[in-house]
């Protein structure tokens, strides 16, 4: 008795491995890898509009927005935003109706595992060996983040050269 019950936790526990073995991390999205180029992105999906941005208020230097037909999985997102430095897809950024949460949690639940991180609230990560996926929900709107390991090191290589030179002073 006491062998089934432990080679049943056995068992569980290689399902659990082979679960999070599973897990993947976004290498882009949908055909669009890290690390294309604008042009790529929009050869491959639709997009309404491409402008220069405020890197210290959003990843990169170019934000591009799809165009209104295009799709996450089987959810029909409010925006798909698209960002780029040095004409490379650095990250995405999803936003949807929050009436297709149970959607979007069983997707990213089934393409990334169990997230990494928890935090209060309906706000959770996977952190990836190259990328990091966050999902944040709202009362107006859900908004899904894929973003590169690269773009939050030069990020955060921007936010303190911005602080060294205001301790400085002009």
């Known amino acids: 008795m006491t062998l089934k019950i432990i080679a049943g936790a056995f068992y569980a526990a290689i399902l659990v491995v082979a679960a999070i073995a599973h897990a993947e991390e976004p290498n882009?999205?949908?055909?669009?890898?890290?690390?294309a180029s604008e042009e790529t992105l929009r050869f491959r999906i639709p997009t309404q509009s491409c402008n220069v941005i405020d890197s210290s208020v959003d990843f990169g230097t170019r934000r591009c927005r799809a165009?209104?037909?295009v799709t996450y999985g089987k959810v029909?997102?409010?925006?798909v935003f698209f960002y780029f430095r040095n004409d490379m897809l650095v990250a995405w950024q999803v936003s949807a109706h929050p009436r297709f949460r149970e959607t979007l949690a069983r997707m990213l639940m089934q393409q990334y595992g169990k997230p990494t991180i928890v935090y209060k609230g309906d706000h959770v990560t996977w952190k990836?060996?190259?990328?990091?996926?966050?999902?944040?929900?709202?009362?107006?709107?859900?908004?899904v983040v894929a973003v590169t390991?690269?773009?939050l090191v030069t990020r955060e290589a921007e936010r303190q050269e911005r602080a060294r030179r205001a301790a400085k002073g002009p």
């Open 128 to 143: 990836g060996r190259t990328s990091d996926v966050d999902f944040v929900g709202g009362q107006v709107q859900d908004v």
């Open 67 to 69: 165009g209104g037909n």
């Open 149 to 151: 390991k690269a773009e």
């Open 28 to 35: 882009g999205y949908r055909d669009v890898p890290w690390g």
């Open 76 to 79: 029909t997102p409010n925006t």
